[in-house]
């Protein structure tokens, strides 16, 4: 059957010609999220990109779909019931963990505090510091993302250990890997508490009061996964109380972080609006479209997807 290959991603000229020698049988269509007709969506049996979850619906054609982003929660239950679903994992790995560290030293290193004193012209030194030299750093979820920050935290001298649902071997970066019921176990163990995961029902609100109350009282927090994760009213609470020496957000529940949130006010608390990853970095563009070229191939030659959701 002939495939109507509706390609929303930011493609440049060259990449166009190459999909279309991948596919030279298929019908190429090349749009935006905004400008996306209803034609194109009915049309199309493969989308590549960032459509809006809604207009999914009217996709009646479709078989297979590939989101350029890591997570996949927005098109739960919005999509044509059978296609195959799969997602750009991985693509914006190195992008977000070095968000992740940027933050991290930013906060062993007080320089939110430094730049709060900065801006009032004072000249004040704020004492000790902290070193990812002989540091314990703990990740959750030790997929593409936090397999990427592990080898850069064990670069700088830590000890890392990585969480996640299920352990079939070794990972990238980590120097042990067990599984999440073992948190409990490892958070009064970690100068660093690093979250890379996903949104699903297993990881809503997994680090509460309970969790944050385990870890030490100068560690450091990071989220870069999904703001769900991540007990905000209990991280809040804890910091308020002098708990943590400080954290890093680029995700929240809900986002954008609400004006009034008590977040923002929070001291050594960085908050970055969900930046780590994205199209920021050309790196992490040229891996997206190669993945979805890679798959493109599999698809025409009937091999297994890579990065399949469903
Ligand atoms: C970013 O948050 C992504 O899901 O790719």
Not at 131 to 137: K, M
Not at 176 to 199: C, F
Not at 204 to 233: C, F, H, P, T
Request: glycine share 8%; net charge negative; hydrophobic share 40%.
């Amino acid at each position: 059957m002939s495939e109507y290959i509706l390609n929303l991603l930011p493609v440049t000229e060259e990449e166009k010609r190459e999909f279309e020698a991948i596919a030279p049988q298929a019908v190429h269509v090349y749009a935006g999220r905004r400008t996306v007709t209803q034609e194109q969506l009915e049309a199309a049996t493969v989308i590549f990109g960032w459509p809006r979850p809604s207009d999914m619906k009217q996709a009646r054609n479709l078989r297979w779909f590939q989101t350029m982003w890591a997570g996949t929660e927005e098109y739960e239950g919005m999509l044509p019931q059978g296609i195959c679903f799969t997602s750009s994992a991985g693509s914006n790995s190195r992008s977000v963990a070095e968000h992740m560290l940027a933050s991290l030293l930013a906060v062993c290193r007080r320089l939110p505090t430094y730049r709060d004193a900065q801006k009032a012209h004072r000249w004040e030194d704020e004492g000790a510091m902290k070193t990812l030299l002989g540091a314990t750093v703990l990740v959750l979820g030790a997929g593409h993302i936090g397999s990427e920050f592990a080898q850069m935290c064990r670069g700088l001298g830590a000890h890392t250990v990585g969480l996640k649902r299920t352990v079939r071997g070794d990972v990238p970066g980590f120097d042990q890997v067990a599984t999440m019921e073992e948190l409990e176990q490892w958070l009064p163990q970690a100068d660093v508490v690093a979250m890379s995961l996903p949104h699903s029902p297993e990881t809503v609100g997994l680090m509460n009061e309970k969790r944050l109350g385990l870890m030490r009282d100068d560690a450091i927090l990071l989220n870069a996964g999904r703001g769900s994760a991540l007990d905000q009213q209990a991280l809040e609470k804890v910091m308020k109380e002098g708990k943590l020496w400080g954290a890093a957000l680029d995700v929240t529940d809900p986002e954008p972080l609400p004006q009034d949130s008590p977040l923002w006010d929070i001291p050594n608390l960085i908050i970055t609006p969900h930046v780590a990853g994205g199209m920021r970095l050309e790196i992490t563009r040229q891996a997206c479209i190669k993945q979805a070229q890679d798959n493109l191939r599999r698809y025409l030659a009937g091999e297994p997807l890579v990065n399949q959701v469903k």
